[in-house]
């Protein structure tokens, strides 16, 4: 893309989000805004990617209400209490006016009780536990929901693909696998299936030889495990070295470029759930093609992918509501996040509901002949 064309296209995007840039004064105090993501430790990859978004938004847009965008970034190193300190750090000690983060519902659960007493309003990226954002008045997402996203999962698996048994592996030491397994469990039930065995196991166990060999013993159609990437490629390769003839269906957590790389054969007709966002997406919206068409110019040995467009939204959204507001005082933006609606961006039109969670539909990834395939959107029942 000819460099003229990227800066009309950026400029068009400041436009469709309702704020242009302004030139800041001279003597201008900065807008400080806090980002805590696991740029270290089991979610650096989720993380990393989420940092590169934010970056590249802010890279679009540095000013706000006239006033230059400093970002504080701290690694929560992909641990609660890490994530904990992380947000004490940042509004304590830099006063931040508002945060961004983090990917992982453990670690936002975590940052969200320290922002939630400081009064400072923070927006997770892609966390998607319901007990993120409850009863808090000060937290937000970005993202959908584990009800939500297990629902849609489990509709996709019984009503489009016809199945009428399923079982469940997950991690029992994860908040977010042992939400979506239940939330998926429920629903596929609600639905006329049957879910004939929930086995689990910890993180960093590297050997599912055991539990893959019952779940083969029980003949489900399908089994749900909502891992991290690299955890579920390993599942993938021992389940098809164990001849199970199941399918295997994952989550969010399982959208990275390096999930194709690292299952290889074994993730063939693998499907997970994500968000509705999709380089090769049929009918893209033009957020999502700038957004596109940015990451690339400014990426341009990255793939495109869902945690990127998710940084990216989660600064944009937190700059319209201090627009909207008119304040960057950290209750006004507060106020302004929770009455976000229809908001442009890479994701789709993005509202915030009563609960403070992003309203969006969920989209369903398939690996077909060796490539990622987007295969569409599905509403829950």
Request: aromatic letters at 8%; glycine letters at 8%.
């Amino acid at each position: 893309m000819k460099l003229g064309k990227l800066f009309a296209a950026l400029a068009g995007l400041a436009l469709t989000l309702g704020f242009a840039g302004q030139a800041p004064a001279a003597d201008a105090a900065p807008v400080k805004i806090g980002v805590y993501l696991p740029l270290t430790g089991q979610n650096a990859f989720g993380g990393q990617l989420e940092l590169e978004g934010v970056r590249l938004a802010h890279k679009e847009m540095p000013t706000v209400l006239g006033r230059p965008v400093e970002l504080v970034v701290v690694d929560n190193k992909s641990d609660k209490v890490e994530a904990a300190n992380a947000v004490k750090r940042l509004v304590e000690r830099d006063k931040v006016v508002a945060l961004i983060g983090t990917y992982g519902s453990s670690l936002a659960m975590a940052g969200a009780e320290i922002a939630e007493k400081a009064k400072v309003p923070g927006v997770g990226t892609s966390c998607t536990n319901p007990l993120v954002t409850q009863g808090k008045k000060y937290y937000f997402r970005a993202c959908f929901i584990d009800p939500y996203q297990g629902a849609a999962a489990a509709t996709y698996a019984r009503e489009n693909l016809g199945f009428k048994k399923a079982a469940v592996l997950m991690d029992m030491t994860n908040d977010y696998a042992v939400g979506l397994s239940n939330f998926f469990s429920k629903s596929f039930t609600k639905q006329g299936g049957e879910v004939v065995a929930t086995l689990k196991y910890s993180s960093g166990d590297q050997d599912f030889t055991a539990q893959l060999t019952e779940l083969i013993a029980k003949k489900p159609d399908i089994v749900f495990m909502p891992a991290y990437f690299a955890e579920g490629a390993i599942i993938m390769k021992q389940a098809r070295e164990l001849g199970a003839k199941f399918r295997l269906m994952g989550a969010d957590a399982m959208d990275n470029p390096d999930t194709l790389k690292l299952g290889g054969k074994a993730a063939e007709g693998f499907l997970h759930t994500t968000f509705p966002y999709d380089p090769a997406m049929p009918n893209m919206s033009e957020a999502a093609k700038r957004f596109t068409e940015a990451w690339k110019a400014t990426y341009p040995d990255k793939e495109t992918n869902v945690n990127g467009a998710l940084g990216y939204n989660t600064y944009f959204l937190i700059l319209d509501a201090i627009k909207r507001a008119n304040s960057a005082e950290p209750q006004a933006i507060a106020k302004a996040l929770a009455e976000t609606k229809d908001l442009p961006t890479a994701l789709g039109l993005l509202s915030i509901n009563a609960t403070h969670d992003a309203e969006m539909p969920v989209g369903i990834i398939e690996y077909k002949d060796g490539k990622r395939v987007y295969v569409g959107e599905v509403t829950p029942k």
